[in-house]
């Protein structure tokens, strides 16, 4: 096996919005569904109000997370590419279980493989924007007939925020396992603890 080498990958307020957002989220799932009627752990009183405090937590974090990425360009580390797509995904179905090596090497400029760059962008256009947009409907639920939204249904603003709750839940299953398959099994959490990633040294 080739030499590992470290990288620097991930910044330090890269890191800070990653687990808070990571936090946030888990704790908005497990709240949000206990308003949903799923289980009972707060309260459903208690659950509502948590649910409402850390979604302002949330938006402010994405708030200074959308400056920082327009502010160093690293927005840049989303935009969608096919460029080796086919590799990636190969590797991830069959590669992965045959020992092949990964195809794609990160660097600093360009950090993520074809296949998170579409998935975190995704993320970032389709779901975040559906929780955050149908969460503060259902919240200012009763000043719809002032904003002229009289019209809305609240059933299906609630149903659009639980759909994407699910889809949240489903990528966040996805992006667990997929940290599992770096070199060693915590080696992409570390990463991002620390900062470090290390990437295989081509021979000279
Ligand atoms: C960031 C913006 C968000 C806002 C503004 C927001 C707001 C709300 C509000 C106001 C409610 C209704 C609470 C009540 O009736 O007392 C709710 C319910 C809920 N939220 Fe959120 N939320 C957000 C993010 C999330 C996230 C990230 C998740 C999960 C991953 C989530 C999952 C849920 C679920 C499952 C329900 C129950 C829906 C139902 O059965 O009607 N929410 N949310």
Redesign the pocket.
């Known amino acids: 096996m080739a030499d590992l080498k470290p990288i620097y990958v991930f910044k330090r307020f890269e890191r800070f919005w990653h687990w808070s957002q990571a936090a946030l989220?888990m704790f908005?799932?497990l709240t949000?569904?206990e308003?949903?009627?799923t289980y009972m752990l707060f309260g459903f009183e208690q659950a509502?109000s948590l649910?409402?405090t850390a979604?302002w937590a949330?938006?402010g974090l994405w708030l200074f997370a959308i400056f920082w990425h327009l502010t160093t360009g690293e927005w840049k580390q989303y935009i969608p590419t096919t460029e080796n797509m086919m590799g990636v995904m190969r590797y991830y179905s069959i590669g992965i279980f045959t020992g092949a090596p990964h195809p794609f090497k990160p660097t600093q400029l360009n950090k993520h493989n074809p296949m998170q760059r579409v998935a975190y962008l995704l993320f970032k256009v389709v779901m975040a924007p559906m929780?955050?947009i149908s969460?503060?409907l259902?919240?200012y639920y009763n000043a719809w007939a002032d904003w002229g939204l009289g019209e809305l249904d609240l059933s299906v603003i609630?149903l659009i925020?639980?759909a994407a709750?699910f889809m949240?839940?489903i990528f966040l299953v996805g992006h667990v396992y997929l940290t599992t398959t770096g070199h060693t099994l915590f080696s992409q959490i570390k990463a991002m603890i620390t900062g470090w990633d290390e990437v295989e040294e081509d021979p000279q």
């Open positions: 989220i908005m799932a949000g569904f308003v949903h009627g509502s649910h409402t979604a949330l938006i929780i955050w969460g503060l259902y919240l609630a925020h639980t709750a949240l839940l």
